[in-house]
């Protein structure tokens, strides 16, 4: 078997208006989040869950990034939180300048916790940053135990694993040590050497409750 | 809600190199399924069903496209085809310059069917013609019913869809017709005016036998 390796570079020409999201962020005391993950993962899912969990002792703002539609934002708009839909039109993820262009629309000074839902992509997100201050990767069960070793890319640019639809293990022979052991030490986390993992499952509810507190200790420090 | 509209458009610089390939495909008789879909919907399972089922029939070959790793390419080559691992080390699609490349390591003459399994993407590789014969996507049960509405860059350029993982369509509130009707006219199928669509479990194999009649017809025109 004959393995071609191909040299490619990830586009990386925003960073500078990331950075300008950034100190607005800061000065606005807004802890934002950049969900990712594959089409299907459970990313509006959780944050549903999180809104009825978090929405009475946080004000939440929700970005939704789709190539069409609007058919999250729907139901995030539905759970009680402002929202703003980009579409994308084609392209395969959020950039910078997009986020800055939404925020014009939030009053963030009235936003504790601000979450970007990307476009549904284990690749192309992690290499724009948006001036977050955290990056998550929804990754479930039914993708396989073998997401962190395939997206490499993906797995250690973000400060935590959601790793969603556990209810359904044994139902896809789903081998957790595999997909923990191959969530390797993030080059990029902010804050810990290896991604924080997160056995949930959106649908039963079960193990939300570390990754809320997890939101809750990263989210306080910069939420007054 | 404010919804915002932001132009992009797809890459498009690789035609005249899939030209080539194409041609090189169709002088040596090669008909060529270009096999896309989101991180673990089941492209490589689909492969090692199709490949069991055909084997004797045709001879087939495989590239597999993988950002990192050849765990897919060594399923493959188990199975007892020739296969060429292509890794894009970060890019998030295959390209025609990549196939050129990789096909060197085949002997055109003696491959009835080629399979180029992309990279787990339901974006970006519908935006690169390979020079293939055919563009099919798997969509997988748990990934949800919303996936053509919400990725119509996929469901409009490719000839067939495979809904795979069709054993689960209870345990995930699967609606089939929802899925169907958002699969509409294709602007570029080969074939037809619409996708075909297949509603597979490459687990149980219920469904494979029509795909399979479907590969047969389109590719023994081909195959001489």
Redesign the interface.
């Known amino acids: 078997?004959?393995?071609?390796?191909?040299?490619?570079?990830?586009l990386k020409g925003n960073d500078r208006i990331a950075d300008e999201n950034r100190i607005v962020f800061r000065d606005n005391h807004v802890f934002v989040v950049n969900v990712m993950g594959?089409?299907?993962a459970g990313k509006t899912s959780l944050l549903l869950k999180t809104i009825e969990a978090l929405g009475q002792g946080f004000n939440i703002g929700v970005i939704e990034g789709?190539?069409?539609?609007?058919?999250d934002?729907?139901l995030i708009?539905a759970a009680g939180v402002p929202?703003?839909?980009?579409?994308?039109?084609?392209?395969?993820h959020l950039d910078a300048m997009?986020i800055k262009?939404?925020l014009t629309?939030f009053d963030l000074a009235k936003i504790d916790l601000l979450f970007i839902e990307n476009?549904?992509?284990?690749?192309?997100p992690a290499?724009f940053r948006l001036g977050e201050s955290a990056r998550i990767v929804v990754s479930?069960v039914?993708?396989?135990d073998?997401?962190p070793?395939?997206?490499?890319?993906m797995f250690r640019v973000v400060d935590a694993v959601l790793l969603n639809?556990i209810d359904?293990l044994d139902?896809f022979g789903f081998n957790t040590n595999t997909f923990k052991e191959d969530v390797l030490p993030a080059g990029f986390s902010s804050f810990s050497s290896k991604p924080e993992i997160f056995e949930v499952s959106c649908k039963t509810e079960k193990g939300l409750s570390v990754w809320l507190d997890w939101l809750k200790k990263h989210g306080g420090v910069v939420c007054r």
Not at 86 to 92: F, L, P, R, V
Not at 119 to 124: E, P, Q, R, S
Not at 149 to 153: E, N
Request: hydrophobic share 35%; aromatic share 2%.
């Open positions: 078997m004959k393995v071609i390796e191909i040299a490619a570079s990830v594959s089409p299907g789709d190539i069409a539609t609007s058919h934002a729907e708009q929202v703003v839909q980009i579409n994308t039109q084609g392209a395969c997009m262009t939404a629309h476009v549904g992509n284990l690749v192309c290499g479930s039914p993708e396989g073998d997401k070793k395939k997206y490499p890319g639809k359904l139902v």
